[in-house]
């Protein structure tokens, strides 16, 4: 087996692509000197979980245990590797023909290295497919590695998360965020308001920082409390705008795809392709990958929003005076409260179960304007 020498450890730099999981970062530099068959790293996207896993097959695969240079330890990082496999889904989840295909391609003889790493994407989505994997996982080949990437535990996965050690990668802190853009030469104000509006997600703050309307927007979502009142035409306008910025908060990631996918058919004329091998999945991925990003676009301003309406309410209680005006700050108060939980369901159910947009915002509006009057 290819791995670190006993008491080594793999080189901190291997995992410098991970931001603000200095914890998950120490226990897999561990695994690596001895690793078992299956570990489930647990947390949401961009919170720097394939980044890790990445960095973890380079530890596994490399001949001298991570040095992080070598072309191995390269290879690996970028991807290319042909004794890491990534498994993503064909659809909607993790359905039987992944996980069979997965049981399949882990019976595969490494290709290179005396191991190989099988790393499979959004495995809180097999649900349908858990027998399966299940049993793809208690009989695991000597000379495979599964590393799972998963948001959450449902409880039809509780078993397969038993039969893996976790590594929990928690949304990275703010502050990690806004040290690493600064890192990386961004000015410390939009450092700033970038790690307090990508909500733990690296990848996501990555490009925000290169979008110049994420100021604007975010001043946009704070200007919603004074431009509402009983009109429903009021509400259905602003809904509009704001929905029209989500759509070119888009811009920075769709530019990106368009890259992956230049990269992809290059590739594939200079080995002589016919066709483009892979670019279903990869469009399939980047679909779901625009998904996320504006449902979490919308997330965000609703934060923002929550954020103003708390304000609000904190200027409420801080005011003096009695009688008449203790009155009414109590009932501005009272509706300001009622604001925030309105908007934090909005954020949470709705917008998690794939709600209209449209209606949505509509129907937050008008409710929130209700409360003005």
């Not at 489930?40 to 097959?57: D, I, N, P, T």
């Not at 705008?241 to 759509?247: I, K, P, Y």
């Not at 409420?316 to 700050?329: E, L, N, Q, W, Y």
Request: glycine share 10%.
């Amino acid at each position: 087996m290819s791995g670190a020498a006993e008491g080594d450890l793999p080189a901190a730099s291997l995992f410098a692509g991970v931001v603000g999981q200095e914890r998950a970062v120490a226990a897999l530099r561990v695994a690596a000197r001895r690793p078992v068959h299956a570990y489930l790293l647990l947390g949401q996207a961009g919170a720097g979980a394939r980044a890790a896993a990445r960095a973890f097959a380079a530890a596994l695969l490399c001949p001298r245990g991570g040095c992080g240079d070598c072309d191995v330890c390269q290879r690996t990082l970028a991807g290319t590797h042909p004794d890491l496999v990534e498994v993503e889904r064909t659809g909607a989840a993790l359905g039987v023909d992944d996980a069979r295909r997965l049981g399949a391609l882990a019976l595969r003889r490494p290709l290179e290295a005396s191991r190989q790493v099988l790393v499979v994407a959004d495995a809180h989505l097999a649900l349908l497919s858990a027998p399966a994997l299940l049993k793809t996982l208690e009989e695991p080949p000597p000379s495979t590695v599964f590393v799972l990437l998963a948001e959450d535990v449902p409880p039809e996965l509780v078993t397969i998360a038993s039969r893996c050690v976790e590594v929990p990668f928690p949304p990275v802190p703010p502050s990690a965020v806004e040290a690493w853009l600064v890192s990386r030469g961004v000015d410390a104000e939009r450092a700033r308001l970038v790690g307090e509006g990508a909500g733990g997600d690296v990848e996501r703050a990555r490009l925000l920082a290169e979008d110049r309307g994420f100021a604007e927007r975010l001043a946009l979502w704070r200007s919603v409390p004074s431009r509402l009142g009983g009109d429903g035409a009021v509400a259905a306008s602003v809904a509009r705008e704001l929905l029209a910025a989500t759509d070119r908060a888009l811009a920075p990631l769709r530019a990106e795809h368009e890259h992956e996918l230049e990269d992809l058919e290059t590739s594939a004329r200079a080995m002589g392709e016919r066709g483009v091998p892979g670019r279903k999945e990869l469009v399939d991925r980047q679909h779901r990958e625009e998904r996320r990003w504006r449902t979490d676009e919308l997330r965000t301003g609703l934060g923002v929003l929550a954020r103003a309406y708390r304000d609000r309410l904190l200027e409420t209680v801080s005011s003096p005076g009695s009688g008449t005006a203790a009155t009414g700050r109590a009932g501005a108060g009272a509706g300001a409260a009622a604001a925030v939980a309105m908007i934090t369901e909005a954020a949470g159910e709705a917008l998690r179960h794939n709600a209209n947009e449209s209606l949505l915002l509509e129907s937050l509006f008008v409710r929130l304007g209700r409360l003005a009057d």
